[in-house]
């Protein structure tokens, strides 16, 4: 099926994968994220720092997932396991590390 807007999904499915220009991920998330939908974003996951804490914040606020798709080219498969390495990527109450997608917690 086929919908003119992404809200006449909203109480209709269990996950979403949004995948749209990155200005509009974060109303698009969040609506769904309201209203305990799982959501994909790929990265980046918002325009702002303040909007991608909104999104981790809606999740934490229910049982609806929210989850991070960084897709990582083979030849740059190190620079990922680095990345992984970092303070931020090895905080365990702000994100379960697992290969892509990351779920994102607060």
């Known amino acids: 099926a086929a919908f003119a807007d992404y809200r006449e999904l909203l109480g209709k499915v ?10 509009s991920h974060y109303q698009i998330a ?12 790929e990265k980046p ?12 914040e809606l ?8 989850l991070l798709g960084i897709n990582v080219p083979a030849g740059l498969q190190p ?3 680095v990345v992984d390495r970092t303070p931020c ?13 990351h779920v994102l917690r607060a």
Do not use: C, K
């Open 14 to 23: 269990d996950a979403v994968s949004v995948v749209t220009h990155t200005p």
């Open 30 to 41: 969040a609506d769904f994220l309201r209203h305990g939908v799982h959501v994909l974003v």
């Open 45 to 56: 996951m918002t325009e702002t720092l303040e909007q991608a804490r909104s999104l981790i």
């Open 59 to 66: 999740a934490a606020g229910n049982t609806a997932e929210y």
């Open 79 to 81: 620079l990922h396991a």
């Open 89 to 101: 990527a090895q905080n365990q109450d702000r994100r379960e590390h697992a290969a892509p997608p």
